[in-house]
């Protein structure tokens, strides 16, 4: 399974955790190899690249595969026409931290602070059009911000220069996110979907807290390279819900800061409906905030 991002990000995590419980329902190891760079599009170009027998697969997201295609002018892969999608697995919020001696207590404190010193704020993200990247581009966007984006090799560099204060926010997904909430070390300050969290049902939601429908929902789903017969497709499918549905399974995951899907959205034809949509979505959000990339 490529995972392209670096060892240690949030989608590593979650990886590594589905494939542990996937090579038993398979009989054969189930591996995760890591190819981060270029947020995500270096490894998911490689993947489309694997041949089509089911051996290679890749843990895409909504980054690389909806945000990469309006985000992208030369990007290295097509999302539709170069995967087949076999199943969406997860959700995971993404989350706006703050360093903890940041002098605004709150979502509100941090939108007013960020206004009176705009170009001053410095966020980290697991690279360029990675999904914290966009998320905070998005929210920087809806809320008329102005900061500076520093881009790391993955998340798990961002957020430790957000404890030690070397940058001061990031928009972190929940596996990234949720040990260092626990632990202490960083300040959150909202949940950046339309909805808030299970696994932080405190938390309230930036559009909760006056950003009217702000919505940056992060989902993972399982695509194979196209060409992949239908019979290997359908097998990875099942073996997918199988392991969703294994008893501990969801509450393992909930302990990494990310939800397995509902069984009503576990089908193939359901992932394809989705690509699509978001595509569309994201393609009119990313023209609107500006942000481009070669």
Not at 61 to 81: C, E, H, N, R
Not at 161 to 180: H, K, N, S, Y
């Amino acid at each position: 399974m490529v995972v392209p991002f670096a060892a240690g990000s949030a989608s590593d995590t979650v990886g590594r955790l589905l494939t542990a419980r996937l090579t038993e329902i398979l009989g054969q190891s189930v591996i995760v190899e890591n190819i981060g760079g270029a947020g995500g599009t270096i490894g998911t170009g490689r993947a489309a690249k694997a041949a089509p027998d089911g051996y290679q697969f890749t843990f895409g997201g909504v980054d690389t595969f909806a945000m990469s295609k309006a985000l992208y002018k030369k990007l290295p892969y097509d999302p539709v026409a170069d995967f087949t999608p076999v199943v969406m697995v997860a959700e995971q919020p993404i989350i706006l931290l703050a360093r903890k001696e940041l002098a605004a207590k709150d979502f509100k404190e941090f939108l007013a602070y960020a206004k009176a010193n705009p170009g001053k704020l410095q966020y980290g993200s697991a690279g360029v059009g990675s999904g914290s990247h966009l998320a905070c581009a998005q929210l920087l966007a809806a809320a008329g911000l102005d900061a500076l984006h520093v881009p790391y090799r993955g998340s798990a560099p961002a957020m430790q220069d957000v404890i030690a204060g070397r940058i001061d926010f990031i928009c972190a997904l929940g596996a990234a996110a949720i040990p260092q909430i626990e632990s202490d070390t960083i300040r959150p300050l909202a949940i950046l979907s339309k909805e808030r969290s299970p696994l932080l049902p405190s938390l309230a939601t930036a559009s909760e807290q006056g950003l009217t429908d702000f919505d940056a929902p992060f989902w993972g789903a399982f695509f194979v390279p196209k060409g992949t017969p239908d019979a290997v497709v359908k097998k990875l499918q099942a073996a997918s819900v199988e392991m969703m549905n294994t008893p501990g399974m969801a509450d393992k995951l909930k302990k990494v800061g990310a939800t397995f899907v509902t069984a009503d959205r576990r089908s193939s034809d359901y992932l394809k409906k989705l690509l699509d949509s978001e595509i569309n979505k994201w393609a009119t959000l990313i023209k609107a905030s500006g942000v481009t990339l070669d």
